[in-house]
């Protein structure tokens, strides 16, 4: 059985919601990635790419249609080159990586680029058509996170809860205190913010280039870290999602824009291609 490698890997910023990736379209933002692996193995032969496979959560703006194939194209890769969206919501990347990492260990392909990309800054209000005639009421719905146009059987059979709930009934089953996932988050920020001031970030990074109005500007770095942030400041935040509940603002998880990908080659890939494995999948 062939092993699959991954030789390299770029991501954006990760921008805040709202910040300075909201105005990039999803698909542009999803081929920032992959145009900066061609651009930094220029002698690589981009037309044998097997597959881009790209995780995506939400699909249901500009990332929609296949937003893997749009990305590849907007990129630069040949047109000969497919690609196919997964979606496994949160690890929706993750199963894109491993998905080529299968395909190239069961001998279906030898190269693959490989990563994901969420905008959650630019998913849209949607609503669904008329069910009769001169319909007065219809559901709209916020698709940034969460469940929409629930299936009322599954919502009985299973529930709905979205991700800070889930995050609310972990806590709660694992007597995970709210003290500590204060703690938890606050050392984060730190070593986030520590990270980022040694400059551990600055090679995986790749810039985007923004307008804002008539000037052009270059986000470059993670707008998530809050240098800021204190043990006290954490114990102050509400928890809005259940009431006595322990998962706030500052200990749950950012709703952030970024893209990223990485290629995923076999032995002989990354050998034709002048690639070096740092990591086998």
């Given at each position: 059985?062939?092993?699959?490698?991954?030789?390299?890997?770029?991501?954006?910023?990760?921008?805040?919601?709202?910040?300075?990736?909201?105005?990039?379209?999803?698909?542009?933002?999803?081929?920032?990635?992959i145009r900066a692996l061609m651009e930094r193995h220029p002698k690589a032969d981009w037309s044998r790419v097997d597959d881009v496979y790209f995780g995506c959560a939400n699909q249901a703006g500009e990332d929609n249609r296949n937003v893997a194939r749009m990305a590849a194209l907007l990129a630069g890769l040949p047109v000969e080159v497919p690609g196919a969206t997964v979606n496994r919501l949160c690890g929706s990347g993750l199963e894109a990586v491993s998905a080529a990492a299968r395909a190239i260990r069961a001998g279906e392909m030898n190269l693959a680029l490989a990563g994901g990309v969420e905008s959650m800054s630019r998913a849209p209000f949607v609503m669904p058509k008329a069910q009769e005639g001169f319909q007065r009421t219809t559901e709209i719905h916020d698709t940034t996170i969460g469940w929409r146009f629930v299936?009322?059987?599954?919502?009985?059979?299973?529930?709905?809860?979205?991700?800070?709930?889930?995050?609310?009934?972990?806590?709660?089953?694992?007597?995970?205190?709210?003290?500590?996932?204060?703690?938890?988050?606050?050392?984060?920020?730190?070593?986030?913010?520590k990270a980022q001031a040694a400059g551990f970030f600055a090679e995986e990074i790749v810039a985007v280039p923004v307008k804002r109005g008539r000037e052009e500007m270059r986000v470059e770095v993670d707008e998530h870290p809050r240098p800021e942030t204190t043990l006290e400041g954490l114990a102050k935040l509400k928890a809005p999602f259940r009431e006595g509940g322990s998962v706030t603002a500052g200990n749950a998880s950012g709703v952030n824009d970024g893209a990223a990908a990485l290629i995923v080659a076999s032995e002989a890939a990354a050998k034709a291609n002048g690639f070096t494995p740092v990591a086998r999948v």
């Open positions: 059985m062939a092993e699959a490698f991954i030789c390299a890997g770029v991501r954006t910023p990760i921008g805040r919601y709202a910040g300075g990736l909201s105005s990039v379209r999803t698909d542009d933002l999803a081929a920032v990635p299936n009322p059987a599954m919502k009985r059979l299973y529930g709905v809860d979205a991700m800070p709930e889930t995050a609310e009934n972990l806590a709660g089953e694992m007597q995970i205190a709210r003290a500590d996932q204060d703690a938890f988050a606050h050392r984060s920020q730190q070593r986030a913010v």
